[in-house]
């Protein structure tokens, strides 16, 4: 009698469901209707909500013995968005007119790279990342730095597979920039209009990340979530404009690729620039990504510059730039060209392209050659931090397509797990303060016997306090803790290029001329 109801049940329940009536759950425990008559209704039955309902997780595949498990990848999230969480890894501090970062960690991640398959850790560290000795990878495994799938890298001997997740703890260290502040030029519901300082990155890219533009807005101006409409290179002042939305960001870039904008630059070059227009349309390659290089070359892309001379001292020129494409370096690379260089342009009014500084582009040497003499150049002036680099930068391999660009920051800083892109270093150092190394750290430490106990002890003064900036900022892995340099002075990070005028069909916007630019001005 008891299964003759529970049958009965069952069976009102699909007719039921068959009519389209919205119900609960079917009978279950000991009013469920045993057998596969049921199980075939209710698989043929659409969802109640009309919705293709989601698939089952699928099961993980039982291991062989001594097989290491490799998660699916993770779904990551379109474009860049940074938070309070973000904000709040580190804070500003300003000296001798610099704005400067305290150092902190960090984390770099990444999915293993299709040439890394099938390669250890340990040779992808000593072919991919030799800004630092092998010592250094050990040491960091054994302080539980390197994560592999978010389990501890024991043994760098480790073979990655594809899918492998990277995570590299680092103590980063931010290359200081100018003191002066960003003026907002304008802002309502659309759009953040702002005058960007010269050495300032507009967004993370190399060893920059909270010295840069969208962080200083977000931390000092509670300007989140912007989207980038264009660039501006990191050594370039002046009109910089972002948008709120995406859809306003998609009208402008619509300008964009119609060729409806204009951009009006100012520069002070050397000597004295012809008074009539010049137009110059030689194509420009770059030649290195990392040090943030480019050249006139027949093989380069093209591109339109147009100069008119507005003033002239009796030394030096000042010259209004239209340029009608935007390529690289473009406005720099053409008045190269010229035989007008930028006054106090750090890479192409540099004695390393030749007697006549690459004018009319004779400059006598191979691109590697004219690297080395570039940094040599600089590195005999103690001034490497304002090409953005450090010496442990030039310790990598040669270029590669994956190389981040420094110079321009153009690529991202979160690319690799060791530093933000396929060379490590362009994390590691920078011009900080000289008193950096004030917690007692012994310069010849042996990298081979450091252990997480000896990591925290080594950052504690005698009476077992922390150093006066906190111990955060002292690690005994991290050679920029020991080193003391040179910093730069505020005028060094100034170059005489400023983005003067941004305009698109429904919006004009400007800033002021600056004092390099004015007609009676003297160095």
Known sequence: MRHGVRRAVWQSWVRAAGSGVRLPPPPRGDMAEPGPGPSRAREEEPSPTGKEEAAPAPKKRRLAKGERYVPPPRKLNTGVSFGAEHFAETSYYFEGGLRKVRPYYFDFRTYCKGRWVGRSLLHVFGT???AQPLSYYRAAAR??????????VRDLDIVLKNNDFLRNTVHRHEPPV??????????????????????????????????????ILGKEHGLRELHTLHRLDRMTSGVLMFAKTAAVSKRIDEQVRQRQLEKEYICRVVGEFPEHEVVCEEPILVVSYKVGVCRVDPKGKPCQTLFQR????????????????????????????????IVNDPIYNMEAWGPDRGKGGKIGKTDEELLKALVEEHRSKQSLEVLGIGEEDLNCSGESKDSGNSGDCTKSAEADPVNGNSCPAEDKKDPERDDVAACPLNSDINLGTLDKDQELNLCENQDGQTGEKGWEEKDPLCVECRTSRRDPSPKELVMFLHAL?????DFEYCSSMPEWAMEDWEE
């Open 501 to 505: 005028r941004y305009k698109g069909t």
């Open 128 to 130: 991919e990342f030799r």
């Open 143 to 152: 302080a539980g730095r390197l994560r592999l799938n978010e389990e501890p």
């Open 178 to 215: 100018t003191a002066q502040p960003i003026r907002i030029l304008a802002e309502d519901e659309e759009v953040v209009v702002v005058d960007k300082p010269s050495s300032l990155p507009v967004h993370p890219c190399g060893r920059f990340r909270h010295n840069t533009v969208i962080f």
């Open 310 to 341: 507005l003033s002239y001292n009796g030394s030096s020129s000042v010259v209004r730039c239209l340029p009608r494409t935007g390529r690289t370096h473009q406005i720099r690379v053409h008045l190269q060209f010229l035989g007008h260089p």
